[in-house]
Every structure is written in C-alpha cells, then in structure tokens.
C-alpha cells in the first residue's frame, strides 16, 4: 500500500529517515514551512529556508523515491514578530508561485494574538490570488477555543472551506471540523497529540471522509514512521484496506490536487531513482556506490 505523508519536516531528518519511510511504503511527503526552534533574526534565513523547501528537499526526496511537495507561509509562532513578519510576507508571493508549492501553510493560531489573527487573513488573501488550497494549524494550547476561533473565521473571511485542511485534530475538534466542508487532519505524535489507537477509534465512529493522517515529524520528540504504524493499527483493528487507503493516498492527492500542482495521481508509480545526480555540485552519498535504477 502507497502512502502520503501530508505534514512532516524533512528539514529536520536524516537521509536515514528518508531511506526508512521508502522502506516502509511512503512514496509522497508534504513539508509546510516551519519555524526553527528559536527565533529567527532576518528576513534573509527565511528566504534561504524557503528556497531549500523548493530545492534541496526536493531533491533530496528523490533520491530515495519519495515525490516532496511542500507549503510556504509565515509560521503561527513568528507572526508575532511584527517587522520580521513583514519583510517575510512581502517575499512570500515569489515563492507561491513556484513547482511543487502546492498549499499556502501552515498558517494559524498559536497564543491567538491579534497578530496572528492578522497574518492569518493575509494568508487567506494571498491563497484567493494563487489559486492555493490552505494548510492550518492549530494551537497546542486551548485547542478546542482554538479550532472554533478557527473555524469562525475561516466562516467570516468567506474562505472556501473545501479548500482548508484544519490539522492537528482530536477528539474534541474533529466533529467540529467534520461539521464543516473544512478537511480534517491529524498528527500521530510519540505520547502527546493522537496515537495510532487512539486514531482508530476516531476512524471506526467518523470513517474515511475528510480524514487525513500525519506524522509532523520534526526536530523534536518525533517520528516520521507513524503514517505506516497507523495504517497497521488500523489493519489490526478490522479496518478494511480500501478506508486505510483512502485516508493515507486517495484524501490527501485529493485535497492537495485542487492546487493543480500535485503532479501525482492515485495509480502514480514511484519516482525512479538516480543516485549520481548531483544537487548544486551535492549528492545525498558520502562515497558510497550510488543505486541507478534501471
């Protein structure tokens, strides 16, 4: 079974991580745009970020058969920085526009400032004039406050609902969101956010529709395998394969799809690989024989 991994950092991982996640059927990531774990200090280490997300992510993905599409926006947590997040909200539009930026994100709340809310709404605007699908985040704090205040004003912005995925759900806000045209994502997180048990309930009571899982993996306590961990909780539990499959391929190709720049489709074949290609005179190998595939 092929699946898609909607929300993880790549940044983040190893090669390792790379070479475990095709190991275990991941043929596709998203990486939204992310905060570094301490503030940044210019404009100018946001535009090399972004451009990495275009580039050697990208790249670096392929070389072990996994397609990378990514995400831009100024993150929740750095919207409060007010005359950092306007330098980054200017340059944001030029990299909107390029390949395999296939959502605007991910956008949100995180202590719900009016700063935030502000960014946010500009997000939306700038969305509307790409043509781009949303990615939300929502606030580790006070989630289910903050989902409403999402929600709402997702609702009093007129943003097209079926075109926002409201992630990091539990079983307190997926029913708000479901009550929504809104898509509902989900972080499989080690101890905090929703386990793989936990997961499978929420599928056995809501089923498949607008159901999207993730691991979020990033430079914290994390893990990129727990997009095939769930689906194996799930095949455990009786959870029949054409659901599983709907919630870890078909929903997110169809979410991220209406960006008309998801160049993959439900039936797509893996990416050949070509280790010797080189990235700007850099290779993911250390002088190790490069794998070709034929």
């Avoid at 330098?87 to 709340?109: C, H, N, Q, S, T």
């Avoid at 700038?126 to 929502?138: D, G, N, S, Y």
Wanted: aromatic letters at 8%; one cysteine or more.
């Amino acid at each position: 079974m092929k699946m898609f991994d909607p929300h993880i950092h790549m940044t983040s991982r190893t090669t390792d991580d790379y070479q475990a996640m095709a190991a275990a059927g991941i043929a596709a990531v998203i990486e939204p745009a992310f905060w570094l774990g301490q503030p940044r200090t210019n404009a100018g280490s946001f535009e090399d970020y972004f451009l990495s997300l275009v580039g050697w992510e990208r790249f670096r993905a392929a070389q072990f058969g996994i397609r990378h599409f990514c995400t831009m926006a100024l993150n929740p947590k750095e919207a409060n920085n007010e005359a950092l997040a306007d330098d980054v909200m200017a340059m944001l539009p030029r990299f909107l526009e390029k390949d395999g930026v296939v959502a605007v994100g991910e956008i949100g709340y995180d202590d719900m400032s009016a700063a935030e809310e502000r960014r946010i709404l500009e997000h939306f605007e700038l969305a509307r004039e790409f043509e781009l699908p949303v990615l939300i985040h929502t606030p580790h704090r006070d989630k289910k406050r903050g989902t409403e205040r999402t929600l709402d004003l997702i609702r009093d912005a007129g943003f097209p609902e079926q075109l926002t995925l409201v992630d990091h759900n539990n079983e307190e806000t997926l029913p708000l969101v479901l009550a929504t045209a809104c898509w509902a994502g989900h972080s499989i997180y080690p101890n905090t956010k929703m386990s793989e048990a936990r997961m499978v309930e929420l599928v056995k009571q809501y089923g498949d529709e607008r159901i999207i899982i993730n691991s979020a993996a990033d430079w914290g306590v994390s893990d990129p395998l727990k997009v095939p961990k769930t689906v194996a909780a799930m095949q455990e539990a009786g959870i029949g394969d054409e659901s599983i499959e709907t919630i870890v391929w078909r929903n997110p190709i169809e979410f991220f799809a209406q960006s008309g720049r998801l160049d993959i489709d439900a039936d797509a074949s893996l990416p050949k690989v070509d280790q010797s290609r080189l990235w700007e005179g850099n290779s993911v190998l250390r002088g190790q024989d490069p794998r070709i595939d034929g």
